[in-house]
């Protein structure tokens, strides 16, 4: 047993000699790497103390200089919960006591891209919940010119944090972006110098400010929901993307290879002019309306000639 113990200490001894013999800048890069491999499969966990960065810093006196002198080690968070219907469930409390936490994870990033998923989807008797949420929310809009990849799911009724112009995203690479407003609260988009986007997937009240073609484009998700806005006495209805909004969003990415439209409610009528769209391989229209149905029969015939998938669908409401 004796025997046994000391094995496992000459082991752990010699482990952290070989650590003590690195320079900061490798030793940090490999924390990078260890803490960060778990999101290139898309296995992101919610923070806790228990969990990298955090627990790395906690070792000893040196690896917490290095954590804290790697900006890249908290350039990353993810944070997903469903459960936030009142200020009183358990979900709601842990995010009360997380946001402040990574708050301070995006102070010590610095300058380094930063790459982040919120999923939230608070009920209405969440006040002090959406309080928080939506601070921490409008500390990163204030860093967009850092956004590398990004996915933000945030439903709440009657929020207005996104009613702002999302623009100088240099460094956007990805944007997944699902939102709900008050119908005086629209989210602009700017990707006029976004110039390496290539991913970019939308549903909410969204309007596209800027038509710069994006080369590095090539994939594209839009989803149309019609909501009952409830802000004012009487119930509006509105939805993003129409058959319009579609086209344009098309028109900026020549290298566009795979695509998703689903337009619920969308009932316009209208030409368009052909769009060429030679790397097009996959691609799925759900139009919702009579009108469009000719024009997709159209637009499948016109741009799908190297698709591998190909379906245009016009569901019956």
């Not at 999101?39 to 966990?45: A, R």
């Not at 103390?49 to 900006?71: E, K, Y």
């Not at 590095?216 to 802000?231: E, H, Q």
Request: aromatic share 10%; with cysteine.
């Amino acid at each position: 047993m004796m025997a046994q113990e000391s094995s496992d200490h000459s082991r752990t001894s010699s482990t952290c000699d070989l650590f003590d013999s690195l320079c900061s800048e490798v030793l940090g890069e490999i924390f990078v790497t260890c803490t960060l491999r778990d999101t290139y499969y898309g296995e992101g966990t919610n923070p806790s103390l228990s969990s990298a960065p955090i627990n790395v810093s906690q070792v000893c006196r040196r690896w917490r200089q290095v954590a804290l002198s790697t900006p890249r080690l908290w350039s990353y968070f993810f944070l997903k919960l469903w459960n936030v219907d009142s200020d009183s469930s358990s979900d709601s409390r842990y995010v009360r006591r997380v946001i402040p936490v990574i708050k301070t994870w995006i102070g010590r990033s610095s300058i380094a891209p930063l790459d982040f998923e919120i999923y939230l989807s608070p009920g209405n008797f969440a006040e002090e919940t959406v309080e928080e949420i939506e601070s921490l929310l409008r500390i990163l809009i204030e860093q967009r010119e850092r956004w590398r990849s990004v996915s933000i799911n945030y439903k709440f009724r009657f929020t207005k944090w996104f009613d702002v112009t999302f623009s100088n995203m240099h460094m956007l690479q990805k944007l997944d972006l699902v939102c709900c407003s008050a119908r005086v609260c629209v989210a602009r988009l700017d990707f006029s110098r976004s110039p390496e986007l290539r991913s970019l997937s939308l549903e909410g009240h969204i309007k596209i400010v800027d038509r710069s073609v994006i080369p590095s484009l090539t994939n594209i998700s839009i989803t149309s929901n019609t909501y009952g806005v409830f802000d004012t006495a009487v119930s509006v209805q509105y939805a993003f993307p129409t058959f319009h909004d579609c086209f344009n969003i098309l028109r900026m990415a020549p290298s566009l290879q795979t695509l998703f439209a689903k337009l619920v409610g969308s009932s316009e009528r209208g030409t368009f002019e052909h769009i060429k769209m030679d790397k097009l391989r996959w691609i799925r229209l759900q139009l919702g309306s009579t009108p469009s149905q000719a024009t997709s029969k159209h637009f499948a015939a016109s741009t799908g000639q190297n698709s591998q998938t190909c379906a245009c669908t016009v569901p019956k409401w």
